[in-house]
């Protein structure tokens, strides 16, 4: 057997798992930027929801993708299971699961938006909706046989179908859901429902940065040429960027050098440049970050400012970001790497505004069919299901205990009157 | 003699009119304060019969540096020429003292620095054990004690008590030139009001969200220089302005600074002067300012920021 196309296949099942940890960093980084008496519940929804997704991305979410069909979407290799076939140089098997993994992440940055108020049955109901529909859609426009890849569009792994995709959903969530009880005073102003634990936080961004070597590096499919090296290069050049950049934008205009700022700049930076990280030169990726670094701040404080309650920060790092990320290919895409890549040259290295023009085409018509198919499946739900938030009294006691029955920290929790009374 | 009800009416009546002059109204608060003490003492001594011994009733914080506002905490200490077992009856009349003062409007301290405290009332004997240990110790905590204990000045009894006890302490820092650095890295977090920009630094969360804290980030920097200055050059008196007053040739270059002190004594009264409570007037909400005043408030709280780092500067170089 060729030994390329095992080092390939081998390569790609590393980076699977490498994604797949990335879960464990969002388990740590949403429970680190939530409240104790949701810690159990956050921690525990992602591992049920990576079993959701995996099931129906195994049933219909690969097939809508990857399968034969039309410019909308695939209709083939529903319940996939072939042994034999060959994708991308790849065993099906393999491409097939590490495509999961990146499906089971735009899930994970959807539910960001449900943080500390939806039902449990909400994530079970949208879990399914989600990664069946929504995910697959855009995918299939972009990196599967549809209109968007058509064009040229530069997504290398995923800024605009992992990222943008999911925070689509979360900001479809968080307007229906409304800020938590206790965000907003009555003259608007906001209060901070500070995370419980920074350093579970800052963890769990430094497990994500890890991750992201999959995410990135194994975006190439294979290790001809060791491309992923450079992809991994950018990569950490534009995280690093991200954490500064943010680092220092709020320290000079809030007068805080304040940590989820700054770890959040990292996570923006590491978002913006996993579209461009195959398109662009370091120097490019440097910029990337910075700017990533720069707008996710501004994103928190206006989203803030309008009134909707992102508890982990998903719209910013991951929708502001990943459309920055998504337009930055227009602007630093190199001729060289456009042709082997796909697409054309960025705007500062004469390719004009074709390929910006064809980046934002992505972005909005991405970003508006995830956020309004998101929007309808809600309001259904909502309608169905007679509310998809929580109760007043189910959200203070929090929903370790009002959905689980027991809590993440049960030693650090106040008694309840049940136990009073016993 | 009135009693703590008729002084709390007294001042209700009259603080509104002196409520814009910073000279007109600490010495209104001392005219309160002195008739609360006097009543609180004669309810003292019908119980407990006349005082057993000299003693000085002192102010610290702010009403210390003549430099309250229209709502004020408490911060007061005593000092009796006496004997220990006296101790129970200068207590009794610091509780009512601190009774009265609250009746009257004046928050408890937070901190406890009142002469209820056992801490803040002692014979002048063990307020010099004291003193010498809170110097000798040189903790972060006993360091803090001495420069509220600095901030001071005699409202009733005999003045030369605490003057004394400030005497001793210069003879301690003598012996230890070092203490004036501890002394400078216990002031060393200034909370700042403006950023980098030269923007405000407004809290950002909950009910005093768009405000600063004025005490804070604008006034202290001011009042920890001088007091600064104070304790190595042996001065004295408790407030900021006659410490800007009294500075020494070596410090000429900071007398630029007075007028900016002056302003803000004067500023903050207007700006403060629908405050309902003590709660609130510390806090100065940013979008209530009129352009003007923003310039002028930034202008200041530069200055002081310039003024403490200069004097910062130049007691390191050792003037």
Not at chain 1, 64 to 82: Q, W
Not at chain 1, 208 to 218: D, P, Q
Not at chain 1, 258 to 267: E, I, R, S
Not at chain 1, 410 to 422: D, I, L, R, V, Y
């Amino acid at each position: 057997m060729d030994p390329i196309y095992l080092m390939n296949n081998v390569w790609i099942i590393i980076c699977f798992t490498l994604v797949l940890l990335m879960q464990g960093g969002f388990i740590l980084l949403e429970a680190g930027s939530t409240r104790m008496k949701n810690a159990g519940h956050i921690a525990g929804k992602t591992i049920f929801s990576v079993g959701i997704v995996s099931l129906v991305f195994w049933a219909v979410g690969y097939g809508f993708i990857y399968g034969e069909g039309n410019a909308f979407i695939g209709l083939s290799d529903f319940f996939y299971g072939d042994f034999t076939s060959v994708v991308d140089g790849l065993a099906g098997s393999v491409d097939f699961i590490f495509q999961l993994a990146f499906a089971a992440i735009a899930l994970t940055i959807a539910f960001g938006g449900f943080a500390e108020r939806a039902k449990l049955t909400a994530y079970l109901v949208f879990a399914v909706a989600f990664s069946a529909i929504v995910y697959p859609v855009v995918a299939h426009w972009i990196w599967g046989d549809g209109w968007l890849g058509a064009l040229g569009k530069q997504d290398f792994a995923g800024s605009t179908v992992v990222h943008l995709t999911g925070a689509a959903a979360a900001l479809a969530a968080t307007i229906i859901l409304k800020p938590r009880i206790g965000k907003y005073n009555k003259d608007g102003s906001a209060n901070e429902l500070a995370g419980h634990n920074q350093v579970y936080t800052a963890l769990g961004v430094l497990l994500l940065w890890v991750g992201w070597f999959g995410f990135n590096a194994g975006s190439t499919l294979g290790v001809d040429d060791a491309f992923f090296g450079y992809v991994a290069l950018n990569t950490q050049l534009a995280a690093a960027a991200g954490a500064i950049a943010a680092m220092l934008i709020v320290w000079a205009v809030a007068g805080k050098a304040d940590v989820p700022t700054m770890l959040n700049g990292a996570l923006a930076g590491l978002v913006a440049i996993t579209a461009s990280c195959a398109f662009v030169a370091p120097w490019a990726s440097v910029l990337i970050g910075i700017i990533a670094g720069l707008i996710v701040y501004g994103s928190m404080r206006f989203f803030e400012k309008k009134q909707i309650d992102d508890p982990i920060f998903a719209l910013s790092v991951h929708g502001t970001a990943g459309i920055w990320g998504t337009i930055s290919t227009g602007f630093f895409a190199t001729p060289e790497l456009a042709a082997m890549n796909g697409g054309q040259a960025g705007l500062f290295y004469g390719g004009g505004l074709t390929q910006l023009g064809v980046q934002t085409i992505g972005v909005v018509s991405s970003g508006i069919f995830a956020f309004v198919l998101s929007f309808i499946i809600l309001k259904v739900m909502v309608k169905v299901m007679g509310g998809i938030r929580v109760s007043e009294e189910e959200e203070l006691v929090g929903l370790d205990l009002s959905e689980h029955g027991s809590y993440g920290y049960p030693e650090n929790m106040p008694k309840t009157n049940g136990s009073q009374s016993a | 003699m009135k009693s703590f009800e008729q002084l709390r009416q007294y001042r209700q009546q009259q603080i509104v009119k002196v409520s814009t002059s910073h000279q007109l109204l600490n010495e209104f608060h001392d005219e309160l304060m002195k008739g609360i003490v006097h009543t609180a003492l004669k309810k003292v001594e019908s119980e407990w019969g006349p005082p057993p011994a000299h003693f000085a009733f002192f102010l610290m914080g702010s009403a210390g540096r003549f430099e309250q506002t229209i709502w004020s905490d408490q911060d007061h200490g005593i000092i009796y020429d006496g004997l220990e077992e006296h101790q129970d009856y200068y207590l009794q009349l610091g509780t009512k003292i601190t009774e009265g003062l609250s009746l009257c409007g004046y928050e408890l301290c937070e901190g406890n620095v009142m002469s209820s405290n056992p801490l803040w009332c002692k014979s002048l004997k063990k307020w010099e054990e004291q003193l010498i240990q809170w110097l000798e110790k040189a903790t972060w905590n006993s360091i803090r004690n001495y420069s509220i204990f600095f901030d001071s000045r005699v409202l009733v009894g005999d003045k030369s008590l605490l003057l004394k006890l400030k005497e001793l302490s210069f003879s301690q820092i003598d012996k230890s030139p070092h203490l004036i650095t501890r002394f400078k890295q216990n002031i060393g977090n200034v909370k700042k009001a403006i950023g980098l920009f030269g923007q405000f630094l407004p809290k950002q969360y909950g009910e005093k969200a768009g405000t600063i804290h004025l005490k804070e980030t604008i006034f202290f920097p001011y009042v920890n220089a001088l007091r600064l200055i104070a304790i190595q050059e042996q001065m004295t008196k408790s407030s900021t302005l006659s410490r800007f007053h009294q500075l020494p040739e070596k410090f000429s270059t900071l007398k630029i600074y007075e007028k900016d002190f002056i302003n803000l004594l004067n500023n903050r009264l207007c700006l403060l002067l629908d405050c309902k409570n003590y709660d609130e007037v510390h806090f100065i909400k940013i979008s209530n300012l009129t352009t003007k005043e923003k310039h002028e408030l930034k202008r200041i709280a530069k200055n002081g920021y310039r003024l403490y780092e200069e004097t910062k500067a130049l007691i390191d170089k050792g003037v």
